[in-house]
């Protein structure tokens, strides 16, 4: 198993979700989720698990859980 750290940076409260790889390699997020209680950071998780075809319990956040710039670990098979 392979671990690969991405770099995110999310924009809650969106009109839509959506994940998008940038020019620098880092990834930006929208999340329809607002940022209270945890719900943000649960849609970026479902979201980053559905773009590397992983399930949820692959993907942890490193850093940044009350930031909108995060770390986050994939787990690939």
């Known amino acids: 198993?392979?671990?690969?750290?991405?770099?995110?940076?999310?924009?809650?409260?969106?009109?839509?979700?959506?994940?998008?790889?940038?020019?620098?390699?880092?990834?930006?997020?929208?999340?329809?989720?607002?940022?209270?209680?945890g719900k943000a950071n649960a849609e970026l998780i479902a979201l980053v698990a559905k773009?590397?075809?992983v399930p949820k319990s692959a993907v942890s956040l490193r850093s940044g859980a009350a930031a909108r710039l995060k770390r986050v670990a994939v787990m690939l098979s």
């Open 51 to 53: 773009h590397f075809k």
């Open 1 to 37: 198993m392979t671990t690969i750290v991405i770099q995110v940076k999310v924009k809650p409260g969106s009109r839509d979700s959506s994940l998008q790889l940038l020019s620098d390699g880092a990834f930006a997020a929208t999340l329809k989720a607002p940022p209270v209680d």
